[in-house]
T-cell receptor, first 113, second 108 residues
Framework: EPEVTQTPSHQVTQMGQEVILRCVPISNHLYFYWYRQILGQKVEFLVSFYNNEISEKSEIFDDQFSVERPDGSNFTLKIRSTKLEDSAMYFC???????????FGEGSRLTVL | RKEVEQDPGPFNVPEGATVAFNCTYSNSASQSFFWYRQDCRKEPKLLMSVYSSGNEDGRFTAQLNRASQYISLLIRDSKLSDSATYLCVVNRGYKYIFGTGTRLKVLA
């Protein structure tokens, strides 16, 4: 069964460092998402991406964040200068059509020291 | 007011019990609705989509009431393996909004 894959599964970084989280969405999906979940809290929307551009972003997704689809398969989330409060699980998701169910990757746990 | 609201629980129920979860959403422009299940420190996994006509999948029944902006999930004959957090998810355009989740613990 096709699945969304994410790397790394866990990354530890120092405050102020740049981090890139990678995702390979399901191959025939057209809509891509990043969510984050701080430990013990709700799943929060960060950004949606369609047709090679951001379709919507939340207030969390400030200038420190960027997304890119550098080739036909990868979808990346970059955090330019990490803060302690960026420590969270980051989930990538994709869907074939707007309004259909989201398929999630297993997540990338980011720890900022 | 939160866009998607759920009772966080926890709901502690004995094996075999029937349990119901509710969810309300505030934006009437919301288009599609889902229940996801999340185990501790894992990714959300689709449990079922929710339709106005109601839908059932084995022991699970979901219902949508658009007029009241209300979604429900009923679990019959609870199993120990049903212990998890149940997430109500509402789609509006390019955005899927998650509720805080309702924790369920099924006790032996």
């Amino acid at each position: 069964e096709p699945e969304v894959t994410q790397t790394p599964s866990h990354q530890v970084t120092q405050m102020g460092q740049e981090v890139i989280l990678r995702c390979v969405p399901i191959s025939n999906h057209l809509y891509f998402y990043w969510y984050r979940q701080i430990l013990g809290q709700k799943v929060e929307f960060l950004v949606s991406f369609y047709n090679n551009e951001i379709s919507e972003k939340s207030e969390i997704f400030d200038d420190q964040f960027s997304v890119e689809r550098p080739d036909g398969s990868n979808f990346t989330l970059k955090i330019r200068s990490t803060k302690l409060e960026d420590s969270a699980m980051y989930f990538c998701a994709s869907t074939p059509y707007e309004g259909r169910e989201l398929f999630f990757g297993e997540g990338s746990r980011l720890t900022v020291l | 007011r939160k866009e998607v609201e759920q009772d966080p629980g926890p709901f502690n129920v004995p094996e075999g019990a029937t349990v119901a979860f509710n969810c309300t959403y505030s934006n009437s422009a919301s288009q599609s609705f889902f229940w996801y299940r999340q185990d501790c420190r894992k990714e959300p996994k689709l449990l079922m989509s929710v339709y106005s006509s109601g839908n059932e999948d084995g022991r699970f029944t979901a219902q949508l009431n658009r007029a009241s902006q209300y979604i429900s999930l009923l679990i019959r004959d609870s199993k120990l393996s049903d212990s998890a957090t149940y997430l109500c998810v509402v789609n509006r355009g390019y955005k899927y909004i998650f509720g805080t989740g309702t924790r369920l613990k099924v006790l032996a």
